[in-house]
């Protein structure tokens, strides 16, 4: 499939400050990849140097074929792009302001930038100084989407807007995804990005240490499952089966803890048990997230 984002190696110090470290990446074109990781973990640092904001210590970098610094000037025709520190102009309205950045990129859709407006509620006849934090994040969205680009890159773009803006946001970045363009979305915010990305990226300390389907991490976490049964179940059935952990029986009642695929699971209860009745406690990327932060994972 088509490349959106590529990078080989891509590494940045700040004097002693090792902030990016040989970060490879690949992001297909009609993909939403989230880049998850806590605040100084290295996610704005690797958008502004694929940005060429800043030169990377070493390694390269391209979007959409092109390389990142020899091609930055061209790049810019193709990409939407939301700061983590948006700043506008305080005294253009948010009218003022798109058609600021329309001017800039050669024209746009007006209508297309009008149903923008109305899908995010965004009041574009404000000053840009008297809007709320959320309000003048939604005059940043618009312009990053107004000229329908090929590559979106957000950096914490749902900062300050409310539950139901946010879930217009999510559908305006998957008709994105499905119209073949790309999406890449920088959050710390972890229900955000399990609910609209194909993939994610954990950064840890500037190092990617996972790069994996949603689904595949959601399969990985360890959820809680309750088990009703026709009679009497025995705690040391469930303990034989890898995965499974932290098992408490009552009478016909089993609950335990299980980081497995279910089918390994329901197999060994099958031949075992007649099962009445089963719950369980669906998986969290949060919990998921955490496991790659805790010391000594690598």
């Known amino acids: 499939m088509k490349s959106a984002i590529h990078t080989e190696g891509l590494t940045k110090h700040y004097g ?9 990446l690949d992001i297909v074109a009609g993909e939403i990849f989230g880049f998850l990781g806590p605040n100084g973990a290295g996610k704005t640092t690797m958008i502004r140097t694929i940005l060429d904001e800043i030169h990377p210590t070493s390694g390269r970098a391209s979007i959409l074929g092109m390389d990142t610094h020899e091609q930055s000037v061209e790049i810019r025709r193709h990409i939407g792009y939301v700061p983590g520190d948006l700043a506008m102009y305080p005294n253009l309205t948010g009218g003022d302001t798109l058609t600021y950045f329309a001017n800039m990129r050669g024209g746009v859709d007006w209508a297309y930038v009008d149903g923008l407006a109305d899908r995010l509620n965004a009041d574009l006849s404000k000053k ?10 939604k005059v940043g969205l618009i312009q990053a989407f107004m000229n329908q680009p090929d590559v979106l ?35 710390h915010s972890l229900s955000e990005v399990q609910r609209v990305a194909h993939r994610v990226g954990i950064i840890r300390h500037g190092r990617l240490v996972a790069v994996e389907a949603v689904a595949d991490l959601r399969s990985k976490a360890i959820r ?13 059935v469930f303990e034989a089966v890898a995965g499974v952990r932290d098992v408490v029986v009552n009478d016909h009642h089993v609950t335990l ?34 496991t790659y932060y805790r010391d000594g994972t690598s």
Do not use: C, K, W
Not at 16 to 24: E, F, H
Not at 172 to 180: F, L
Not at 224 to 236: G, Q, Y
């Open 16 to 24: 002693d400050v090792v902030a990016l470290v040989d970060l490879n």
């Open 128 to 137: 840009v100084g008297d809007l709320s934090s959320g309000n003048r994040q």
């Open 153 to 187: 890159i957000m950096d914490e773009p749902s900062s300050g807007l409310d539950p139901l803006v946010q879930r217009e946001f999510q559908a305006m970045m998957r008709e994105v995804a499905a119209d073949g363009r790309t999406v890449f979305l920088s959050s």
């Open 224 to 236: 809680t499952i309750e088990l009703v049964f026709d009679t009497p179940a025995e705690a040391s």
């Open 257 to 290: 803890s299980f980081d497995g695929h279910m089918e390994s699971l329901l197999a060994v209860v099958a031949d075992r048990y007649t099962l009445v009745d089963v719950s369980t406690e669906e998986a969290d990327l949060e919990e998921i997230f955490l």
